[in-house]
């Protein structure tokens, strides 16, 4: 096992100057390479090609109704069932003909599709979809025939496959006590309400569909709200294959905390064998910024990489079985990886870029750096002759703007054979590989490292 280290070294000048140093231990295997480059919403075809280049593990359909790049008229239960007193058993009552477009493009991609079934957040002064529907067993028949569609060519269906079925959205995103009284965004029933439509709606589909992985709810509160919902859910002895759970911040270790915090809550509460997936995730510094608007400023940037690839790193190391981040979808504030309107790649297209290359190879070696602010994430190829390692220098504070010196501790036989860096002097820079890199203060790094003893 190499000890991690960060030694300070005197500088030509005498003064002395940090030094970091990253360590890798090819022998140490941690497990494999986690989806934690996954998102909310798959590729339009302006994006395709860069889309697939990703490889996104899984596409999220949540919000996907909203703005024009998928068409609208969605995804969503009172747009892919646009009348409720229709017959939920007759092909005649669904619409699903731009949702089977979003979904194709999806699998196009060679992505995975998670479907939200419920409805996309309603910002506007009258709602439409966010009320608890009249007949709760009925509104679970309709999810039941999406499903039939989408797997088992109901309706002039398809056979897609997708395993992940999330029942609704942020249930609890307004206070039962402040904003929910007037103006409710994503639910406009209680709490209770809430996880009888839950329970009744997913006691369904598993029967209907006993291999498939049903869950939700995609809690905006978790900590506030998860507690009741599983003591309920477990009272009513309902499925939960996976609890969905958002966290937006500016600090990787502030999202990290939340992780353990929700799994620790699980396991607790008696659901050890359910999956945790944060679901939504983006970097925000605060809610409340108009009108300089900092947050939508800052993720398009290489801050925003930097960001995105330490919260991958952190989170491949904590409790969490999948990332998701919001928002692949073009053309809206919260998409880093693309330029609106003319979709040229951004810098944190490049965070989701080289955990796809680590993703390639698949088993995680241990790496690390005891000092702060930088995060790493190291995986060997199947032969065990390679390793990528990716390396992200984050800092919130816009005043931190000194450059470190990173230097690789690698055991004997190993030697950098390629580098490639996203920081302010361009994206997806391929500078000369060597153990040694200058990084600013947001950057990131991929090192391609190979073991020459063999040879």
């Known amino acids: 096992m190499i000890i991690?280290?960060?030694?300070?070294?005197?500088?030509?000048?005498?003064?002395?100057?940090?030094?970091?140093v990253v360590s890798v231990d090819p022998q140490s295997v941690c497990g494999p390479v986690k989806?934690?480059?996954?998102?909310?919403?798959?590729?339009?075809?302006?994006?395709?090609?860069?889309?697939?280049?990703?490889?996104?593990?899984?596409?999220?359909?949540h919000d996907t109704a909203l703005g024009e790049e998928y068409g609208g008229h969605c995804i969503d239960i009172n747009q892919v069932f646009p009348d409720w007193n229709a017959d939920v058993n007759s092909p005649k009552s669904?619409?699903?003909?731009?949702?089977?477009?979003?979904?194709?493009?999806?699998?196009a991609a060679g992505t995975k599709v998670f479907y939200r079934l419920g409805q996309s957040i309603e910002h506007q002064t009258k709602k439409y979809g966010i009320y608890p529907p009249k007949n709760y067993k009925k509104w679970a028949k309709i999810c039941e025939h999406i499903i039939l569609h989408y797997n088992e060519g109901w309706a002039d269906g398809y056979r897609l496959g997708i395993d992940y079925w999330e029942i609704w959205n942020e249930p609890d995103l307004d206070d039962p006590?402040?904003?929910?009284?007037?103006?409710?965004?994503?639910w406009g029933g209680t709490q209770e309400?809430?996880?009888?439509?839950?329970?009744?709606?997913?006691?369904?589909?598993?029967?209907?569909?006993?291999?498939?992985?049903i869950g939700g709810p995609a809690f905006a509160n978790p900590r506030k709200y998860g507690p009741a919902f599983l003591d309920y859910v477990k009272e009513k002895d309902a499925p939960l294959d996976f609890f969905s759970h958002h966290m937006y911040h500016r600090k990787p270790w502030r999202i990290v905390e939340d992780v353990r915090v929700i799994r620790d809550m699980?396991?607790?509460?008696?659901?050890?064998?359910?999956?945790?997936?944060?679901?939504?995730?983006?970097y925000n510094k605060s809610w409340e910024e108009a009108p300089y608007f900092y947050s939508r400023r800052i993720r398009p940037t290489v801050k925003a990489a930097a960001f995105i690839a330490a919260v991958m790193c952190a989170c491949q190391d904590a409790p969490l079985d999948m990332l998701m981040y919001y928002d692949l979808r073009p053309n809206t504030s919260w998409c880093g990886p693309w330029a609106p309107f003319y979709y040229e790649p951004r810098p944190p297209y490049w965070s989701f870029y080289y955990w796809a290359e680590l993703a390639d190879y698949g088993t995680v070696v241990r790496s690390g750096c005891d000092t702060g602010n930088i995060y790493t994430c190291a995986a060997a190829s199947a032969d065990g002759k390679h390793i990528r390692l990716l390396v992200a220098r984050y800092h919130d504070d816009d005043n931190h703007n000194t450059s470190r010196e990173i230097t690789l501790g690698l055991p004997a036989g190993w030697q950098v054979t390629g580098l490639r860096v996203t920081d302010s002097l361009g994206d997806d820079r391929r500078p000369a590989p060597a153990a040694?890199?200058?990084m600013e203060s947001n950057a990131i790094a991929l090192f391609e490292l190979e073991n020459n003893t063999n040879k």
């Not at 669904?94 to 699998?107: E, M």
Request: glycine content about 4%.
């Open 4 to 20: 991690l280290a960060c030694i300070l070294l005197l500088s030509g000048s005498g003064m002395l100057r940090a030094q970091a």
């Open 94 to 107: 669904y619409d699903f003909t731009n949702s089977d477009v979003v979904l194709k493009n999806i699998q």
């Open 177 to 186: 006590d402040d904003r929910w009284k007037t103006d409710p965004r994503t």
């Open 35 to 61: 989806p934690m480059n996954a998102g909310n919403n798959g590729p339009t075809e302006r994006i395709m090609e860069s889309y697939r280049a990703l490889r996104v593990p899984y596409a999220r359909t």
């Open 436 to 438: 040694t890199l200058t």
């Open 266 to 282: 699980l396991d607790e509460k008696g659901f050890a064998q359910t999956e945790s997936i944060l679901n939504e995730w983006n």
């Open 193 to 213: 309400q809430f996880d009888e439509l839950y329970v009744v709606t997913a006691k369904h589909l598993k029967k209907c569909f006993p291999d498939l992985k």
